[in-house]
């Protein structure tokens, strides 16, 4: 499993759309949104292939303005550990 920490910068008066959009992306989830438009986000993938996918598809979302991967781990999937 790999789990990423994104900060997204977006136009404030499209944070809604922004955000709604983000929670939309499988994996992606949008822990804090400011009114001035910052995001923390989260990315759970299976592969480094995956979140690089999720990672520009929040890049190409309309209204972001930036996001900037801040942090990425690599961790086994328990599940499969048993």
């Given at each position: 499993?790999?789990?990423?920490?994104?900060l997204v910068n977006a136009?404030?008066?499209?944070?809604?759309?922004v955000k709604a959009s983000l929670c939309a992306l499988g994996g992606v989830e949008v822990?804090?949104?400011t009114e001035s438009g910052q995001m923390i986000v989260t990315i759970?993938?299976?592969s480094t292939q995956a979140v690089a996918k999720l990672f520009a598809?929040?890049?190409e979302q309309p209204g972001v303005?930036?996001?900037?991967?801040v942090y990425h781990q690599f961790e086994p999937d328990p599940d499969e550990e048993a």
């Open positions: 499993m790999n789990i990423s920490s994104v136009w404030p008066e499209a944070i809604t759309r822990h804090v949104a759970e993938a299976d598809q929040i890049n303005l930036a996001a900037s991967m």
